[in-house]
């Protein structure tokens, strides 16, 4: 095995995936940080959710607003709904683990609040679910996603916007959908305070 030829290959993967992304998804993501600054403005919250390192950037995007991006400003209303084990045990062992979101989002979420649904095949149910349940309240869904779409690219409603990354392998489309957050954060942050 030749370690350094692997490595170069990853990078150079990397970097194509996401030259094709910057030519096919920034108007979406220009129209999700439009919505989510909105959705501040009025007030609002974002409420985000996935599963395995989906989670983990539920988690990342939900940081960066309530404590900073990159400029100084108070805190913002995000909340990740991958965190609290006690809420997420409770449901999965009384209900379903596929309702494990959707659940908190109908406690939780409200007509003017975005559900940033984040899943690399587009297919999980528990996330599906969770969109299902931000229609029902009247929420608006911001979808970040890769492959096909999957399923969830059938639920979403007008109003509601898909970030699609145009890859198939699971690493590759993770990272486009942190650089896809750190946009969305700037973003965010520029339309509320100016650049």
Known sequence: MDAEKRIQEHFAESIAVKQASAEQIV????KAGQLMSQSLLDDGKILSCGNGGSAGDAQHFSAELLN??????PGLPGMALTTDSSTITAIANDYSYEEIFAKQV???GRKNDIL???????????????IVAAHEREMQVV??????GGRMADLLEDGDIEIRVPATRTARIQEVHLVVLHCLCDLIDTILLGG
């Open 27 to 30: 108007q979406s993501i220009a």
């Open 68 to 73: 900073r991006f990159e400029m100084e400003r």
């Open 106 to 108: 109908r406690a939780l």
């Open 116 to 130: 940033l649904a984040i899943s690399t095949s587009g297919n999980s149910e528990n996330v599906s679910r969770a």
């Open 143 to 148: 979808v970040l996603s890769g492959r096909d």
